[in-house]
């Protein structure tokens, strides 16, 4: 039977149509240009979606990787940096066009799932995943399956409050994960103590971290703060880092020591994986969702 998995993005939506084996079968993008409004993404994920469907061998449902995630009070999303999509039913309207059950989550959880069954952490059996990008989010696959939790929260690691008197964020509190090592919040950090606006591309490449030292040395501080309460409250089998910042080569070394060092373990056992799938991993969850 073949799958197949939409990943809806701010900037493209992607499809694919896999076999079971997680073998490619066809593949497409197309812009999102969130800026015509909530009804015509949907229109563009039903196109993409029908004509995968017409190239596919029995495919009896869809999964779509969302930014954000459903309320499952009211059915509508929330939490999304979309904001056409927030509000609305998103589910219900897809399962309209396609006639065929719509299994959807969020892109940290499709990123878990998709690193732990075909990627890093594949034949481990809780895995964390990690997203740390323009936001930081994170997501928990056990045996095989996501774990939502009651709430659909459970993964969100970003806003866990790492300084209570700390930055304000956009959730409403302050100290907030997200607010220290996000990309932007490190951008911002980098400017306050240089007094110069820079990339953090360009910040990394450049090894401009060794003229202001304080800043890598708050940056690994906090990324093994974080992640050590991760390790503490879960204890998965193991972690895969996610995102633009997983490239990032100094947490390999010095962040993991950070975070073995914050948890309460004397020794830890708990691999802190890079990823394997890139960008694709969000298509490639949003493929084996409902299993």
């Not at 066809?26 to 017409?54: C, F, M, N, Q, S």
């Not at 911002?188 to 990339?199: H, R, V």
């Not at 202001?212 to 309460?229: D, M, P, T, V």
Request: glycine content about 14%.
């Amino acid at each position: 039977m073949h799958r197949i998995g939409i990943d809806l993005g701010g900037t493209k939506i992607e499809g694919i149509l896999i076999d079971n084996n997680g073998n490619t079968i066809e593949r497409k993008r197309v812009p999102t240009r969130p800026e015509d409004g909530y009804e015509a993404i949907i229109t563009r994920i039903a196109d993409l979606g029908h004509e995968l469907l017409k190239k596919s061998n029995g495919a009896k449902q869809i999964g779509i990787c969302t930014p954000g995630t459903i309320d499952p009070s009211v059915g509508v999303m929330k939490n999304s940096n979309t904001l056409c999509l927030i509000g609305k039913p998103m589910q219900q309207n897809l399962e309209n066009a396609f006639d065929l059950p719509i299994f959807m989550e969020n892109d940290a959880n499709c990123f878990a799932l998709a690193e732990a069954t075909l990627g890093a952490a594949k034949g481990f059996n809780v895995v964390f995943g990690v997203i740390m990008g323009t936001g930081v989010g994170g997501g928990i696959v056990m045996n095989g399956k996501i774990h939502q939790g009651p709430n659909h929260i459970a993964g969100e690691w970003g806003h866990h409050v790492l300084y209570p008197d700390g930055r304000d964020c956009y959730c409403g509190n302050k100290g907030c994960t997200e607010t220290y090592i996000s990309g932007p919040a490190l951008e911002k950090e980098w400017e306050t103590l240089t007094g110069k606006k820079q990339m953090l591309g360009d910040i990394i490449e450049e090894k401009l971290y060794k003229i202001h030292s304080e800043w890598k040395e708050n940056f690994i501080l906090n990324f093994g703060r974080a992640l050590s309460h991760i390790i503490d409250i879960l204890d998965p089998d193991a972690i895969v880092l996610g995102g633009g910042l997983s490239n990032i080569e100094l947490l390999y070394i010095e962040g993991i020591d950070a975070v073995y060092k914050e948890a309460f373990s004397d020794h830890v056992l708990t691999p802190i994986l890079k990823n394997v799938l890139g960008d694709s991993a969000g298509v490639f969850g949003a493929a084996f969702l409902g299993e």
